[in-house]
């Protein structure tokens, strides 16, 4: 049995309130579906929970993310379970910074900036400087990620996300591969690449990114991408328990082409 004090905070000057008079025995809970885990698992409970919302089922439900934000709303509907995902946040999967996060290759792929605010003020960090490690990010202990801003202009890419996983459903990525691509013609005028499980954090792919510039779009140029994406310039893909890294590699490679294609739609 854990015993903590719960508040729910109305707004933001009452979550900083919060924090400044609890300090380090306070933790920040969302959803709670990392922070319980993390509870159980370390025998750390913190006295104090503080309370803040917005979920990946509302992502999921939502027909705009859906349309204009596709490989984001791939992402967040395969968090999990449903359970999962009604009080999971995607500020609680990005804050959480694991390696696998389903919604931070999306978010990577739309050039999404974090806004975090404490008493002192806000920022913005680029979510490619935002993770430094796994489960660590630049975000210091009193500051509240209250934004995820994404370019309106990303919204004319076309973007996927592929979760590739042992199961389909309540599992966490192998690799998680996620395109951008924006063409003009049959041209590729710009593109982003994001690999997960890959490097200790999610990572753009840049080198691919720059190989793309100003080529067709065909079968050639999109293998030769996952080649490029699956070379140790790009990834280091380690062994873990769910599988070994060569696999993990060799997926990389095969599924760029495969992701690229699906964000262009059927
Ligand atoms: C059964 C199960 C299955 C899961 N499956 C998946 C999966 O398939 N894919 C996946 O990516 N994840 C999965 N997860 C992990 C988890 O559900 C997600 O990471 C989820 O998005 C976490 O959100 P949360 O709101 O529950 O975060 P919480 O647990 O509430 O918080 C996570 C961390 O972020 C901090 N935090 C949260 N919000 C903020 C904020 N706004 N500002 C500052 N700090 C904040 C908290 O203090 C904590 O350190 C699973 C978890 C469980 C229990």
Not at 209 to 227: D, I, Q, R, S
Request: contains cysteine; negative net charge.
């Amino acid at each position: 049995m854990i015993n903590y004090e719960y508040f729910k905070p109305e707004s933001l000057d009452e979550v900083f309130e919060l924090m400044q008079q609890y300090g380090s025995r306070a933790a920040l809970v969302a959803g709670g579906t990392d922070v319980m885990v993390f509870i159980k698992q370390s025998n750390h409970s913190p006295e104090v929970l503080i309370s803040l919302l917005a979920t990946h089922r509302m992502l999921e439900q939502s027909k705009m993310v859906k349309n204009d934000l596709t490989a984001l709303h791939q992402g967040a509907s395969q968090v999990g379970s449903v359970q999962v995902r009604n009080v999971g946040t995607l500020g609680g999967n990005i804050c959480n910074a694991a390696p696998s996060a389903d919604t931070a290759g999306p978010l990577l792929i739309l050039d999404a900036v974090m806004v975090l605010q404490s008493p002192e003020g806000q920022r913005r960090v680029p979510i490619e400087q935002f993770f430094i490690g796994p489960s660590e990010t630049v975000k210091k202990d009193d500051e509240v990620l209250v934004e995820i801003e994404i370019p309106a202009e990303m919204s004319r890419f076309k973007t996927a996300y592929c979760k590739h996983a042992r199961r389909q459903a309540m599992n966490l990525p192998i690799i998680g591969v996620s395109v951008g691509v924006l063409l003009e013609g049959d041209v590729i005028a710009d593109s982003r690449i994001a690999l997960t499980v890959v490097a200790p954090t999610p990572i753009r792919v840049p080198q691919v990114e720059a190989f793309l510039k100003g080529k067709p779009f065909e079968e050639a140029v999109l293998n030769e991408a996952g080649e490029i994406a699956s070379s140790p310039e790009c990834c280091m893909p380690r062994d873990s328990v769910r599988c070994e890294g060569w696999y993990r590699e060799e997926m990389v490679r095969v599924l760029i082409p495969r992701v690229a294609r699906a964000a262009l739609g059927p």
